[in-house]
């Protein structure tokens, strides 16, 4: 499967974006899916998880609460609403295919999209 991330921008704190990756090969509905950031100097970290049906999610504690997470397997799409977002939450954002459930991904990566909250 193969992955594409957008809708990442430049917005102040408390505000919104919605992140979208969509998927090419019709094995998209078969993979548990997640997306993960990465800030300048820091590892990549987990955001956000949802399984193959759509029936189960997790999400890391930073973004609990504020980061909503779906997806639409007949288009291929898996969504990251972000709301309530803080400076800390800038970040190039990537979606996975996951290996192990709800946080081991997959060599499938999608190419990231730079979110940057400013104070």
């Known amino acids: 499967v193969q992955l594409q991330a957008s809708g990442g921008g430049l917005v102040q704190a408390g505000g919104s974006l919605r992140l979208s990756c969509v998927a090419s090969g019709r094995t998209f509905s078969n993979y548990n899916m997640g997306w993960f950031r990465q800030a300048p100097g820091k590892e990549r970290e987990f955001v956000a998880a949802i399984s193959w049906s759509g029936g189960s999610r997790n999400y890391a504690d930073s973004v609990k609460g504020r980061f909503t997470l779906s997806r639409d397997n007949a288009k291929g799409t898996v969504d990251l609403q972000m709301n309530s977002l803080k400076p800390e939450d800038t970040a190039v954002y990537y979606c996975?295919?996951?290996?192990?459930?709800?946080?081991?991904?997959?060599?499938?990566w999608g190419q990231g999209t730079l979110v940057t909250v400013s104070s």
């Open positions: 996975a295919a996951l290996r192990v459930w709800p946080r081991e991904p997959t060599d499938h």
